[in-house]
């Protein structure tokens, strides 16, 4: 859509064969949703999310860390804070474009200077072409060498429930365990959105059952969020990234969102950095020429923003601590006046970027 603002024009190859509903919640913060505008569908999409201007912090048996009011960031940035489902997001930008201009059975399996290479052989001529491909991209492979993604230490479900008859005080809400986090959003057409986190070995598979398990002696409303779950509803994966790299493409090639930048999703930033990378490659393209020298400098502009990889990996180490002592001094820490100022500071930096207008 960016890049069609731009005239542009563009095809999407798809590898799976037709677009369904997948996915969970997704943070949608002030810098991402200002991304939207820009692409004409911030009211579209923030109708259909929740908007969020509060986040509460407890621990797993209820007492209070700190609670958080992102409203002075929010209006600094002109924008709100949103959960919405990833499915939900994915169709409007799926709607507003030509279904033309989306091929779905595409895989692609590699590339020769800017032709992509498909798994049925055709090979698809480009004048630029972008690896969008995700966290295991073909494309970043072949221009990096294939590594596997780094494993974080711990495992997380997520879930999508009906909100009905839960009541988390109006607020998103996340309570820090031993080794474990459970957070809560209201995330759009009354529905919620939740996630928990253990401390595990890798390749484990775990079922709604582990999860309950986990979170069997929580306070409310925990246990009872996770329960009233559908089996099929929750989702298990490993949390995993890719450590940053020091070049993104090279000639006509480049890379946008997980394929350039996975990051661990305790920042919420996965999707939002996405986003930004879009508008930031559409503007590039058509403020810069040659096209070399415009995907060029679109990774010097978003190198350094999407280094938050290596910030999202720390924040998530201190989030998963499981040694009691240092449990309670990140508790104190949070909920201390030092605390709440570096973090919304942090918070102010992140949220509150610029982007170009298209």
């Known amino acids: 859509m960016a890049l069609r603002r731009v005239g542009v024009e563009t095809l999407v190859l798809e590898q799976v064969p037709s ?3 997948v996915g969970a919640g997704l943070s949608i913060w002030p810098n991402a949703v200002n991304a939207l505008r820009t692409l004409g569908l911030e009211s579209e999409v923030v109708a259909s999310a929740s908007v969020i201007e509060r986040h509460l912090t407890q621990t797993p048996d209820g007492r209070r860390i700190s609670e958080t009011d992102f409203g002075p960031i929010e209006r600094e940035a002109g924008a709100p804070s949103i959960c919405i489902h990833r499915a939900v997001l994915q169709k409007i930008l799926l709607d507003a474009l030509p279904p033309a201009s989306v091929r779905t059975g595409a895989r692609c399996t590699g590339f020769s200077d800017s032709t992509a290479i498909l798994e049925s052989g055709e090979r698809i001529d480009t004048d630029v072409l972008i690896g969008a491909d995700g966290i295991s991209s073909v494309l970043r492979d072949q221009l990096h060498g294939t590594k596997a993604p780094r494993y974080a230490g711990y495992t997380c479900w997520r879930g999508i429930r009906p909100a009905d008859g839960v009541k988390v005080d109006g607020l998103p809400l ?4 031993t080794g474990s986090q459970f957070g809560v959003w209201p995330c759009g057409a009354g529905q919620l959105y939740w996630f928990l986190t253990k401390n595990s070995p890798p390749g484990t ?3 709604k059952a582990d999860a309950l398990a986990v979170s069997r002696d929580w306070a409310a409303p925990v246990p009872e969020i996770i329960e009233g779950t559908d089996e099929d509803a929750v989702l298990q994966n490993d949390i995993i990234d ?3 790299l020091a070049t993104w493409g090279k000639g006509y090639v480049t890379l946008l969102g997980d394929a350039a930048h996975a990051s661990t999703p ?4 996965g999707a939002c950095q996405a986003l930004e990378d879009a508008v930031v490659l559409a503007h590039c393209l058509r403020e810069t020429s040659p096209i070399e020298a415009a995907l060029r400098q679109y990774e010097r ?3 350094p923003r999407t280094a ?3 910030n999202s990996w720390e924040t998530g180490k201190i989030l998963q601590l499981d040694s009691p002592v240092f449990e309670a001094l990140r508790n104190w820490f949070l ?5 709440k100022r570096m973090g919304m500071r942090n918070f102010r930096t992140l949220l509150t970027y610029q982007l170009p207008r298209l």
């Open 19 to 21: 677009i369904r509903e």
């Open 174 to 177: 996340l309570a820090l365990g």
């Open 205 to 207: 598979r775990k079922a």
């Open 242 to 244: 890719r450590p940053p």
């Open 266 to 269: 305790n920042l919420g930033q």
């Open 301 to 303: 502009l978003r190198m």
């Open 308 to 310: 938050l990889v290596r």
């Open 335 to 339: 909920g201390s006046a030092l605390g």
